[in-house]
C-alpha cells in the first residue's frame, strides 16, 4: 500500500478513524506508531498526509492533511472485450495501476455469455481491485467501469460519443500489419481509446464494426498474448510513447 486511500464521507473534521484492512496493513506491514506520517489521498481528489493520532488493536486515528495538488485524471481509457472472471481480477488491479480513465466492458462473439453472470461484475465486488491497483501506483482517480452486454449497440449508438474527445482510436487486431509506433506521433500527446478482444481475438465483423468508428488495427507481433498480458504491454507502450522524446526535469 503505498498511498492510503479514503472516501469524503470517511472524513469528519479532518479526522480519519479505520479498523479495517487499512488498519491492519498499517499495524502489520507498516509497523507504524503515533506521530508517524503516511502518503495519503482522497478518491478522485487530493493527495496529502496522514499523522497517526492513536494506534491500538481496535483502530487508528489519523489527522489528515490534503495540501498536494488534484493529479491530472489518466488519458487512456479500455474498451475490453469481457474476459472469464479471474483475469479480470488481474486486469482490473493492473489497468488501475498503469492509468486509465474508464474500463468499457463489452460483448463479442467469442465471449462466453455466462461470464456476464459472474458476481465479480457486481460494483462492490470490482471495487477491492481497483483500489488495490490505486494503492499500488498512489494514485486516487478510480476508473469508471460499464458493463455492455449487447456489442452492436455499444458500437453503433455509444461509441461514438464515447469516442468524441479521444483521436487517438486503436484496436488490438493480431492479423493487423501495422505496429503501436507507426499509427501514432511521438510522444504521444492525444487522449486514447484503446480496444482489447477476447481469447482468440475479434472476429472480422467486430474488427469492420471498429474501423466504421475509426479505429486502427494494429498488432502486437507474431507471439500470441493472454489477454491480461496484453492489456499490461499495451498501456506500458503507450506510457513509453506519451514519454519518447520529454526531457527529464
Known amino acids: 500500500m503505498n498511498i492510503l486511500l479514503f472516501d469524503q464521507s470517511e472524513l469528519q473534521d479532518n479526522q480519519l478513524i479505520l479498523n479495517d484492512r487499512r488498519a491492519e496493513h498499517i499495524r502489520k506491514i507498516l509497523r507504524a506508531g503515533c506521530g508517524d506520517q503516511l502518503k495519503a489521498g482522497q478518491i478522485n481528489g487530493p493527495i496529502g498526509r496522514a499523522t497517526i493520532q492513536e494506534i491500538d488493536k481496535k483502530r487508528i486515528i489519523l489527522q489528515v492533511e490534503l495540501n498536494g495538488p488534484l493529479r491530472p ?9 469481457l474476459p ?7 486486469i482490473l488491479s493492473q489497468a488501475t495501476t498503469l492509468g486509465v480513465s474508464n474500463i468499457y466492458l463489452i460483448n463479442s462473439r467469442r465471449v462466453e455469455k455466462s461470464f456476464f453472470h459472474a458476481s465479480l461484475l457486481e460494483e462492490n465486488n470490482m471495487l477491492p481491485h481497483l483500489l488495490h491497483g490505486l494503492e499500488q501506483a ?4 478510480l476508473p469508471e467501469v460499464s458493463i455492455h452486454q449487447r456489442f452492436k449497440p455499444f458500437i453503433e449508438d455509444l461509441l461514438p460519443e464515447i469516442s468524441e474527445n479521444s483521436p487517438a482510436r486503436l484496436v488490438a487486431h493480431p492479423e ?12 504521444l500527446q492525444q487522449k486514447v481509446l484503446l480496444a482489447i478482444g477476447p481469447e482468440g481475438g475479434w472476429i472480422d465483423y467486430e474488427i469492420d464494426k471498429f474501423k ?12 500470441i498474448l493472454r489477454v491480461d498480458t496484453a492489456v499490461i504491454s499495451l498501456l506500458a507502450q503507450l506510457d513509453l510513447l506519451r514519454n519518447s522524446g520529454l526531457k527529464a526535469e
Do not use: C, H, N, Y
Open 73 to 81: 485524471r489518466p488519458v487512456t481509457s479500455l474498451i475490453l472485450a
Open 84 to 90: 472469464r472472471p479471474i483475469m479480470l481480477k488481474r
Open 138 to 141: 498512489g494514485d486516487t482517480w
Open 176 to 187: 493487423a500489419t501495422s505496429f503501436l509506433p507507426e499509427l501514432i506521433k511521438i510522444p
Open 212 to 223: 466504421e468508428q475509426g479505429f486502427q488495427p494494429f498488432t502486437l507481433g507474431p507471439r
